[in-house]
């Protein structure tokens, strides 16, 4: 897992013509393998700040550091996964998984496989993603994010639009996924009981610009690894 330190992050957007603060001296060290849920008001910056942990926009000021090193990218290490899962609707589940897989230069079936049975999706690689249900597909983002084992992994609100047993569902799968594989995860969401179900710390975040205004570790025993 990996660890990611947040220094005095500062961030900000013209939104109708006016420079805006999205982001305002933002500090937070996070621990490997720790499952960290953001809360915060719609808007206030909770999105931004996972781009700047992924690296696909660099902080107006302060640093990010993933393992140790400033982040000036996004990189295989860190897995971003958004609400909507991205599947590519021309390739099978199988390849859109293995796709990732391609991607970071390692070609290994194995991997694939073992990646598309963890989520549950066995019987289902040569599937195109139109035959998906929205919690299926979800969970073919989910095994194509798990393929490269990241050491991190950015959730925005992965589970906001399943329906509430499916989304039980995919919230016991992740914290398993979790406990057995061991990375660190960063999950935005707008539930609070998805938090405090899912998460060893949940941080609050003010309306725009974001500040953080609590910081709180929850202790439960099957959060042990
Ligand atoms: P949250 O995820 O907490 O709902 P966001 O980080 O998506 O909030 O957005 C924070 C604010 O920044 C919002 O007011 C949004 O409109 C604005 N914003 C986000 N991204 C951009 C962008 N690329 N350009 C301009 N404004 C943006
Ligand atoms: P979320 O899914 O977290 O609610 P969105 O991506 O929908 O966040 O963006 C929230 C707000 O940020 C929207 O009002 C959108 O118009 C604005 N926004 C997001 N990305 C951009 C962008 N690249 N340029 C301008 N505005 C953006």
Redesign the pocket.
């Given at each position: 897992p990996m660890d990611i330190q947040l220094r005095g992050i500062h961030h900000g957007?013209p939104?109708g013509g006016t420079f805006t603060p999205v982001i305002e001296d933002v500090s937070l060290d996070i621990a490997p393998g720790e499952f960290v849920a953001l809360l915060g008001p719609?808007?206030c910056g909770?999105?931004t700040l996972l781009r700047l942990v992924a690296g696909l926009e660099p902080p107006h000021a302060g640093q990010v550091l993933a393992g140790g090193v400033p982040v000036s990218g996004p990189g295989p290490d860190r897995i971003v996964m958004?609400?909507d899962p991205t599947l590519y609707p021309w390739r099978t589940v199988r390849a859109n998984v293995a796709l990732s897989r391609d991607i970071a230069g390692r070609r290994d079936d194995a991997a694939v496989d073992a990646a598309i049975a963890m989520v549950g999706l066995k019987g289902f690689e040569r599937a195109w993603p139109h035959q998906l249900s929205g919690g299926m597909a979800q969970r073919a983002a989910l095994a194509r994010a798990l393929v490269n084992e990241p050491r991190l992994l950015i959730l925005?609100?992965p589970l906001g639009k399943l329906d509430s047993l499916t989304r039980l569902t995919m919230q016991t799968e992740l914290l398993r996924l979790w406990q057995k594989r061991g990375f660190t995860v960063i999950m935005?969401t707008h539930d609070v009981e998805e938090a405090l179900l899912l998460a060893t710390r949940v941080v609050t975040f003010s309306t725009r610009p974001a500040r953080v205004i609590s910081d709180v570790s929850i202790d439960l025993p099957y959060h042990r690894h």
């Open positions: 957007y939104i719609s808007g909770k999105s958004f609400q925005d609100e935005v």
